[in-house]
T-cell receptor
Framework: KQEVTQIPAALSVPEGENLVLNCSFTDSAIYNLQWFRQDPGKGLTSLLLIQSSQREQTSGRLNASLDKSSGRSTLYIAASQPGDSATYLCAVTGEDSGYALNFGKGTSLLVTP | KAGVTQTPRYLIKTRGQQVTLSCSPISGHRSVSWYQQTPGQGLQFLFEYFSETQRNKGNFPGRFSGRQFSNSRSEMNVSTLELGDSALYLC?????????????FGPGTRLTVT
């Protein structure tokens, strides 16, 4: 059964720092991996989608990488801002989950001014 | 293009009652998935519909059911509510499903069962 883990569970950094969020998964037979952010009490906002054949995706200050063989993905945030404060979730779809996203528990990020 | 909409946004129900939640996907999207989010369990998959057919179902009791209409709008129903059903219910839409397509989530329906 696929398990998705995100470490650390919480992270606090000063504004301007570059940071890396980690996501690992136990079954490398995935179709894709998607990163989301969630603001308190709100829905999820899609950040980046990486197909299993891709190594990375970039959007603005965000860069996500995928290493399927080692079961890892990282989300790199450059020049962090207070507005980046949110919970970041990664999710995979794979052979065992069919048509479902399998989520990690998320990393709660706080960027302080 | 309008995003995914969910109604109602907030709901308070009493144990034993039933509830129906609605989700309108992004125009042109044929896949709608439902998830339950709780502090303890995180995000858990309920079911996914594509062109009015349920393609996948998570490990939830039969009290949880759903359907999708010909215009791709979807509803989920929870019967005989329990206190543990209190959660944020999120729906997501995509062109063809999570397997190959980006998922777009709605704002959620916050259900409180008293």
């Amino acid at each position: 059964k696929q398990e998705v883990t995100q470490i650390p569970a919480a992270l606090s950094v000063p504004e301007g720092e570059n940071l890396v969020l980690n996501c690992s998964f136990t079954d490398s037979a995935i179709y894709n991996l998607q990163w989301f952010r969630q603001d308190p009490g709100k829905g999820l906002t899609s950040l980046l989608l990486i197909q299993s054949s891709q190594r990375e995706q970039t959007s603005g200050r965000l860069n996500a990488s995928l290493d399927k063989s080692s079961g890892r993905s990282t989300l790199y945030i450059a020049a962090s801002q207070p507005g980046d404060s949110a919970t970041y979730l990664c999710a995979v779809t794979g052979e065992d989950s069919g048509y479902a996203l399998n989520f990690g528990k998320g990393t709660s990020l706080l960027v302080t001014p | 293009k309008a995003g995914v909409t969910q109604t109602p946004r907030y709901l308070i129900k009493t144990r034993g009652q039933q509830v129906t939640l609605s989700c309108s996907p992004i125009s042109g999207h044929r896949s709608v998935s439902w998830y339950q989010q709780t502090p303890g369990q995180g995000l858990q998959f309920l079911f996914e519909y594509f062109s009015e057919t349920q393609r996948n179902k998570g490990n939830f009791p039969g009290r949880f059911s759903g359907r999708q209409f010909s215009n791709s709008r979807s509803e989920m129903n929870v019967s005989t509510l329990e206190l543990g059903d209190s959660a944020l219910y999120l729906c997501a839409s995509s062109l063809g499903g999570p397997r190959g397509y980006e998922q777009y989530f709605g704002p959620g329906t916050r259900l409180t069962v008293t």
